[in-house]
């Protein structure tokens, strides 16, 4: 068995060697792209990939790719612009949505929650190789996009426990978890970034908790964690509207605990129609 390990190793260094000593000036970088199968694999490294210039391997079961690139003649966005032509989003570039329906069947991965790019005006992207592609710039999500899903998925696990709903609140926390795990912490403020860090593990195992029991008062126990770091991250981030950080005594056995939320009434998500309005805001998020 150690041999067989220690066999793999010395392929994947080799492979990897090869690699790098057909690339120039070679960067190497890992990025989340999505897809469900061989025949994504195929389409997504052969739009990616340019002789001695870039070379991609995606893995279909992480989703993750492994881009190796010469940054003196191309850079990621330009990879996975081409890449998102091709159908397949990843956390910086969505694919068109006409691209995205032409795809196989078993190549159409899950899209939930994610907005479609725009194609702008045609525009020469170079690559600074032999020839010019000419393509639609696709348009990049901006900075609070990414977090603007988790509050949202967060608001919606908070909803569905004020109807002390177990198996909605399960459903919400998968989204929930799925969106915390989509954001890419390079394109977070520097403040953003340094409280992510802090604050990331947590969110993922309250998530991950909330969504493996249809228990509401097991989620609850969770929601209170899940919460207070979710605050301590909405608190550095720009917000469009106003966020409401609300208060009961009485929740986490008499200890008291926050919550946040959308409006200024209160729905206490701890209690829900037992003792909805119990509670007030301590604090508003702007």
């Known amino acids: 068995m150690k041999s067989i390990k220690l066999l793999m190793a010395i392929t994947l260094l080799l492979s990897i060697s090869t690699c ?45 790719a492994f881009l190796t690139y010469d940054e003196k003649k191309t850079n990621q966005d330009e990879i996975l612009k081409r890449i998102g032509l091709a159908g397949y989003d990843s956390d910086k570039f969505l694919a068109p949505d006409n691209v995205y329906a032409k795809l196989e069947i078993c190549c159409q991965y899950e899209r939930t929650g994610k907005v479609v790019a725009k194609v702008e005006e045609l525009k020469a992207v170079s690559l600074d190789v032999e020839e010019k592609v000419v393509m639609p710039i696709l348009v990049t999500k901006t900075q609070g996009v ?9 608001f919606a696990v908070k909803d569905a426990l004020v109807k002390t709903d177990g198996s909605l609140a399960a459903t919400k926390a998968v989204l929930l978890l799925n969106s915390i795990n989509a954001v890419k912490m390079e394109n977070l403020t520097k403040e953003e970034h340094v409280e992510w860090m802090k604050v990331m593990k947590d969110l993922i195992f309250d998530a991950e908790h909330i969504s493996e029991t249809k228990d509401a008062s097991h989620q609850r126990d969770h929601f209170t964690s899940l919460s207070k770091n979710m605050y301590s991250v909405m608190k550095v981030s ?3 509207t106003p966020t409401y950080y609300q208060f009961c005594p009485m929740a986490n056995k008499g200890k008291g605990a926050n919550w946040l939320s959308k409006e200024n009434i209160v729905k206490n998500p701890y209690y829900g129609s037992k003792m909805l309005g119990c509670g007030k805001v301590v604090e508003t998020l702007n």
């Open 146 to 154: 990414q977090l603007k899903e988790v509050f949202d998925s967060y």
């Open 20 to 64: 790098f000593a057909e690339i120039k000036n070679a960067k190497v970088e890992t990025v989340h792209i999505y897809g469900n199968c061989s025949i994504c694999k195929k389409t997504i490294e052969s739009a990616a990939n340019v002789k001695d210039i870039v070379q991609v391997e995606w893995n279909k079961d992480t989703k993750m």
């Open 238 to 240: 720009k917000q469009e």
